[in-house]
């Protein structure tokens, strides 16, 4: 998964889709939150940035988060570019623990959780790296038949609002809100439409 991410970095600001997606999840996560020009944020899973440099504007820092070499090196070709001062990057090495020593005041994703194995972990550990009063914003595929990546994919096919809700809950989250910023469309050979809802859940650590 990782060389595939890595691959299709080279490419991935080509689909202006992806770019719609981004801005219509950060509209959305500006909608619910106040006051980020004083919050530090990290994009986990931040692939080329497309969510996070939307958001920068409008944050006081941001860390992008990815374990692809491929877009953390998009990442930073775009920072040297822009010439940005309030963001960093950071090389995940799924191999090692995640580490929770810094804090953040918003943590937020889009399309990450689903390749995720471990949900709940990985929803413990970005708790713990929240401030009290932090976000936690998750942008992803509501509950789908498996036909959004097709055969072979190992990962989650998209999730049930009501039980992340109560992972949330586990972790020390409340004020929940979901909304849907998003509808993903595919068209397969046949010319047949098919429609994938994205939710934004967003929750207050306690």
């Avoid at 106040?34 to 692939?47: F, I």
């Avoid at 109560?166 to 068209?187: A, L, R």
Wanted: hydrophobic fraction near 35%; proline fraction near 2%; glycine fraction near 6%.
């Amino acid at each position: 998964m990782k060389n595939n991410f890595d691959e299709a970095a080279k490419v991935w600001d080509s689909d202006i889709w992806k770019k719609i997606r981004a801005e219509d999840v950060a509209k959305d996560i500006l909608k619910f939150l106040d006051n980020t020009e004083n919050m530090s944020a990290m994009e986990y899973g931040c692939g080329t940035g497309l969510l996070g440099f939307y958001l920068l504007p409008y944050f006081k820092n941001i860390t992008f988060c990815d374990s692809s070499e491929g877009m953390v090196s998009q990442v930073k070709k775009k920072i040297d570019k822009k010439a940005c001062k309030n963001c960093d990057v950071i090389l995940i090495d799924n191999d090692k623990p995640f580490d929770t020593s810094k804090k953040y005041d918003c943590i937020f994703n889009l399309m990450v959780l689903h390749h995720i194995s471990d949900v709940e972990e990985i929803i413990k550990k970005w708790s713990e790296s929240l401030n009290k009063g932090g976000y936690l914003c998750i942008a992803d595929l509501e509950e789908e038949d498996g036909s959004f990546h097709g055969k072979g994919f190992s990962g989650h096919h998209g999730f049930s609002k009501r039980k992340l809700t109560e992972i949330f809950k586990k972790n020390d989250f409340n004020f929940i809100t979901t909304s849907q910023p998003h509808i993903i469309k595919k068209q397969d050979s046949q010319g047949k439409i098919t429609e994938y809802p994205i939710f934004l859940m967003i929750g207050k650590k306690i």
